[in-house]
């Protein structure tokens, strides 16, 4: 169990909009930046978006993330096949003193 | 370029030892805080452990904490963690990641994983 909740699968056509919620609360997301990775199958997590909506250089500008009390939100548009991953929500836990991450979210671009 | 390179995993029976390390490259090892993930065949990530960038502070989770020790020698550019008394549960590919500034939870580089297999 996961201390991050996130929806296990999400899809949608290519070139259609996605997006992908984390929960939380006021001791992780409500009160610490949250972090995205991907992780294509076999290989390593990618940094996607950091401080809850910043990207990394080389990250296009169709991810996106946001922030909301103690919810966050992966967005991407223009979804193409190679964004078929797993997707995680992490942040700092202030009560448990432990980096967290969400569960996972499995994208499927039909 | 910015790179990590775990190395170390492999069988180990339950109750045994086993030391990781990760060799970084490309980038000022000795000032980043470091930490270790690591992910279950078929499950997520999981926050193993933390080091901040001259060894003088680390934390664990609640479930390695005891058996776990993490460290670092910043002369050799290389990450490391020596697990002790391993269980099944233990079972995962374990990687070193970069944080992306002292004391955040983020992390901007990851190595390629180490898988570590607890069986009898």
């Known amino acids: 169990q996961s201390v991050l909740t996130q929806p296990p699968s999400v899809s949608a056509a290519p070139g259609q909009k996605v997006t992908i919620s984390c929960s939380g609360s006021s001791s992780n997301i409500g009160n610490n930046y949250v972090s995205w990775y991907q992780q294509l199958p076999g290989t390593a997590p990618k940094l996607l978006i950091y401080d809850s909506n910043k990207r990394p250089s080389g990250i296009p500008d169709r991810f996106s993330g946001s922030k909301s009390g103690t919810s966050a939100t992966l967005g991407i548009t223009g979804l193409q096949t190679g964004d078929e991953a797993d997707y995680y929500c992490?942040?700092?836990?202030?009560?448990?003193?432990?980096?967290?991450f969400g569960g996972g979210t499995k994208l499927t671009v039909l | 370029e910015v790179q990590l390179v775990e190395s170390g995993g492999g069988l180990v029976q339950p109750g045994g030892s086993l030391r990781l390390s990760c060799e970084a490259s490309?980038?000022?090892?000795?000032?980043?805080?470091m930490h270790w993930v690591r992910q279950a065949p078929g499950k997520g990530l999981v926050w193993v452990s933390r080091?901040?960038?001259?060894?003088?502070?680390?934390s664990y989770a609640d479930s390695v904490k005891g058996r776990f020790t993490i460290s670092r020698d910043n002369a050799k550019n290389t990450l490391y963690l020596q697990m002790n008394t391993l269980r099944a549960e233990d079972t995962a590919v374990y990687y070193c990641a970069r944080a992306i500034r002292p004391g955040y939870a983020g992390f901007d580089c990851w190595g390629q994983g180490t898988l570590v297999t607890v069986s009898a």
């Open positions: 490309g980038f000022t090892f000795s000032s980043d805080w």
């Open positions: 992490g942040t700092w836990d202030g009560s448990l003193s432990a980096v967290v």
């Open positions: 080091i901040n960038s001259d060894g003088s502070s680390t």
